[in-house]
């Protein structure tokens, strides 16, 4: 469903969030990196935010499951935007950023544990993650798209969740994956994630500041 409305729509959208000020949720996101850190843009969209951390120096990698976007993202920030989804993601402790703006929550909530293992393990031990979703509960369509909102408490059980088990998503067909990134035969994380901040804000878009908008700051820990 998603993937039609951006084959459809992707002209639209691009238009609609290029120019939009995320100065606000940067700062926050970028003060906990190191000068030149690596940062995965998971979803990038039309590239706006692609194009933003790499001319503040850092080195950016990014994909989008829209064939559209992706052609629209590398063209806007020069980089090479990969077409893939969240559930290929299967780097090993390689970012010390990843940045998941609007782009989860088009993520089923069957499907999201998984995912957030995925980018879990993707992140370096200490590294520090954005994210945002619509704020609300449940799942949801509309206007051709499919929605799965979060409140805090929905995003505390899904941290708490992979956390808890997380890791033994990957225990049988994923462990070459685990043991790039040192977990061996581990069927439970060496990790966890902590939700170091929580706030919410109205949406940046013209016209659109009444639709609120959930947003995360959360960092990888080893244990």
Same mark, same amino acid.
């Given at each position: ?43 990038? *969209?039309?590239? &706006?935010? !692609? ?5 503040? =120096?850092?080195?950016?990698? #990014?994909?989008?499951? /829209? ?86 408490? *929905?995003?505390? &059980?899904? !941290? ?5 088990? =997380?890791?033994?998503?990957? #225990?049988?067909?994923? /462990? ?48």
């Amino acid at each position: 469903m998603n993937e039609n409305y951006y084959r459809q729509n992707a002209r639209r959208f691009f238009t609609d969030t290029v120019n939009v000020d995320m100065s606000a949720l940067y700062q926050p996101f970028i003060v906990c990196l190191p000068p030149g850190a690596r940062i995965l843009d998971a979803g990038c *969209g039309s590239g &706006r935010d !692609v194009k933003a951390f790499s001319e503040m =120096g850092f080195a950016v990698d #990014a994909f989008d499951a /829209s064939a559209e976007l992706v052609a629209l993202a590398r063209q806007l920030s020069g980089k090479p935007v990969e077409r893939m989804r969240f559930q290929d993601v299967d780097a090993a402790e390689k970012y010390n950023g990843i940045w998941c703006c609007a782009s989860l929550l088009h993520v089923t909530e069957a499907e999201l544990p998984e995912v957030m293992t995925r980018l879990a393990m993707a992140l370096k031990p200490g590294g520090i993650w954005y994210l945002s979703f619509k704020y609300g509960r449940g799942e949801r369509e509309k206007d051709g798209r499919r929605f799965t909102d979060m409140d805090a408490a *929905g995003l505390h &059980r899904l !941290v708490d969740g992979v956390n808890d088990i =997380g890791g033994e998503i990957f #225990a049988e067909n994923k /462990s070459g994956t685990k043991r790039q990134a040192g977990y061996k035969h581990r069927k439970r994380n060496n990790f966890v994630l902590e939700a170091e901040e929580i706030w919410q804000t109205g949406d940046l878009r013209v016209g659109r500041g009444d639709e609120v908008w959930l947003n995360a700051i959360i960092r990888k820990k080893i244990i």
